[in-house]
């Protein structure tokens, strides 16, 4: 049971509505993830904006392979269900892409490339390499993208962290980091 209360839409706080329905009206749901950090305002709409401008970043594939690494490092059951879901699901890919993905890797060379680099700032805390920043630009990513893999990354953290915390209860098929990837 989560350590946090969440909030069905009619007890969310109201300033936290309009964005609820709008996740409600994409995704035909609003997972307990959002609907808990909708019991601060400020919060939800800050994740809400910076998902909606991230995700027009890199393309579907590699947002999902960062997100499956990063809840791989930090241990969060929550993401790495969601993140497994979305991956099969939303970006189609293979259940062995997921393994290496929760590995920090990918079967995509351009792609491996960008979750290696995603997982090492997260391992490292940011403290990455001139060497990885130039294998990032040999393999094709401008400096935008290179920011942009950062922020995925970062954005992913902070999911990982909320949802640590609060012990969010799970609303995808459960996936555990303590399963070997």
């Given at each position: 049971m989560s350590r946090l209360p969440i909030p069905d839409l009619d007890s969310a706080p109201e300033a936290s509505r309009p964005i609820l329905n709008a996740v409600h009206k994409q995704l035909g749901t609003v997972p307990n993830m959002f609907r808990?950090?909708?019991t601060?305002?400020?919060?939800?709409?800050?994740?809400?904006?910076?998902?909606?401008?991230?995700?027009?970043?890199?393309?579907?594939?590699?947002?999902?392979?960062?997100?499956?690494?990063?809840?791989?490092?930090?241990?969060?059951?929550?993401?790495?269900?969601?993140?497994t879901y979305l991956g099969l699901n939303l970006a189609k890919l293979t259940p062995e892409e997921i393994d290496r993905n929760r590995r920090g890797q990918s079967g995509d060379a351009k792609a491996d490339v960008a979750v290696r680099f995603a997982a090492k700032v997260v391992r490292e805390r940011g403290q990455v390499s001139d060497i990885d920043i130039a294998g990032l630009r040999e393999a094709g990513y401008s400096?935008?993208?290179?920011?942009?893999?950062?922020?995925?990354?970062?954005?992913?953290?902070?999911?990982?962290?909320?949802?640590?915390?609060?012990?969010?209860?799970?609303?995808?098929?459960?996936?555990?980091?303590?399963?070997?990837?």
């Open positions: 808990l950090v909708a601060s305002p400020a919060a939800l709409e800050g994740f809400a904006g910076n998902n909606g401008a991230l995700a027009k970043t890199l393309d579907v594939k590699t947002r999902e392979r960062i997100a499956l690494a990063v809840a791989q490092i930090n241990g969060c059951d929550y993401c790495l269900s969601a993140h400096d935008g993208q290179i920011v942009e893999i950062v922020a995925v990354a970062a954005e992913n953290v902070f999911t990982n962290l909320i949802n640590i915390v609060a012990q969010t209860d799970i609303d995808f098929p459960v996936v555990s980091a303590a399963e070997a990837a």
